[in-house]
């Protein structure tokens, strides 16, 4: 084992026990071969006939993907490597693909924009990798492309064996040459476990003090919310926010604080790229009127799990008031694509039936989770 390998192994088990976890057995088999990984690139590029083999990591929500790529990318040494997250990534592409002289030297605009995002990077690391629209997936199928004839190295992270990848019937067929590319090209490291971390009690010490395991979901109403300092908007707090490229109706801002009605951020025609832009700007987002997801339309029910899903990827605390929005959902209905993971996630956010709000239940030490990994 190189100097290099060891250093990485080390440096994973010294991170999981700086937050009070220790590594779970499903996760031991990733971390041995990331820390390979590690060493692979620590050597002289001429000591390779090709790149080292890239890695998929893929396990049900809440397995720790995230905390193991996000540790595995922090203990590289610093300069040719880049972590992209799958909305950021698809904002970023767009932007690029749309900005007036995209197009250089005689190359298209995608590439153009693939350009500026990898960079001369010799690792990337991608986190949350899924495929359900079709025009995204072609743009996946042509990063894929870029990356092998660049020779970089990918990590990845999915809630998908590559096999589940677009699952749309209707277009799977057409991302299957990118997924046999996976299969040939790529280590597929499952970490499946039977514990969703997420969905233990967290304590704010051992999560590493993040803002988003802060965050709360509230009835209307609730008598607490004055004592939090969340005191209703009233009429003349209402202005708007640019968001990506349009402006919003919020109900408040207030310092770091900006306080929007569901149906304004999930309902309209709003998007990924404008939650980002709202998560740039404030670290705390309420949203108000949450309805039971069932109830919301299928259009509002997919944005709100976007939105959360960005909350989290972004670390912004998010305080939901109305429903809890997973109550009443039919049984054995998907609502939404990914369900599981935004249930995960919200179960991370503390509710009022709990005995006092400033004081989470401790969580037992048994294995890194995905709300662990650094913002």
């Known amino acids: ?25 499903a996760q031991e088999a990733a971390v041995e071969r990331l820390a390979r990984l590690a060493g692979d690139l620590a050597r002289p590029a001429w000591t390779f006939p090709r790149p080292p083999r890239d890695l998929y990591v893929w396990g049900p929500v809440g397995r720790g993907k995230s905390w193991l790529v996000d540790t595995f990318y922090e203990g590289l040494p610093g300069g040719r490597k880049r972590r992209l997250h799958f909305h950021d990534f698809f904002r970023r592409l767009h932007d690029g693909v749309t900005r007036p002289g995209s197009r250089r030297g ?18 990337l690391v991608f986190d949350e990798f899924h495929a359900h629209d079709a025009g995204d997936a072609m743009l996946i199928a042509r990063l894929f492309r870029t990356l092998l004839d660049r020779r970089i190295t990918l990590v990845t992270t999915s809630n998908y064996p590559p096999t589940g990848l677009m699952p749309d019937p209707l ?4 991302f299957e040459p990118t997924i046999q590319l996976i299969e040939e ?6 970490v499946t476990g039977p514990v969703d971390f997420r969905r233990l009690a967290v304590s704010r010490s051992q999560d590493g003090g993040r803002r988003f395991a802060t965050g709360l979901c509230l009835p209307p109403g609730d008598p607490g919310l004055e004592a939090l300092g969340l ?25 770091d604080l900006v306080w929007f009605d569901f149906d304004a951020v999930c309902e309209d025609a709003t998007g990924v790229p404008d939650y980002l832009a709202l998560a740039e700007q404030f670290p705390t987002l309420v949203l108000d009127g949450v309805p039971p997801l069932a109830e919301a339309s299928a ?41 599981d993971r935004t249930a ?15 004081t989470p239940q401790p969580r037992p030490v048994i294995g890194a989770s995905d709300s662990a990994h650094s913002p």
């Open 299 to 339: 259009d509002g029910r997919q944005r709100f799990a976007n939105l959360v899903d960005v909350a989290c990827d972004r670390d912004v605390r998010l305080v939901l008031i109305g429903a809890d929005p997973l109550t009443a959902l039919p049984a054995g209905e998907a609502l939404t694509r990914d369900l």
């Open 106 to 123: 005689g190359q298209s605009a995608v590439d153009s924009a693939l350009d500026e995002l990898i960079g001369d990077s010799r690792v």
């Open 171 to 174: 277009y799977h067929h057409l």
């Open 185 to 190: 090209r790529m280590d597929v490291l499952d």
């Open 344 to 358: 995960s996630r919200l179960a991370m956010l503390r509710r009022t039936n709990r005995a006092d709000l400033s």
């Open 231 to 255: 005191t209703h908007p009233v009429p003349a707090d209402a202005t708007t926010v640019q968001a990506h490229l349009r402006e919003l109706p919020a109900r408040a801002v207030r310092g």
């Open 1 to 25: 084992m190189s100097q290099h390998e060891q250093a990485m192994r080390h440096h994973f088990h010294q991170a999981a026990a700086r937050r009070g976890f220790s590594v779970a057995p």
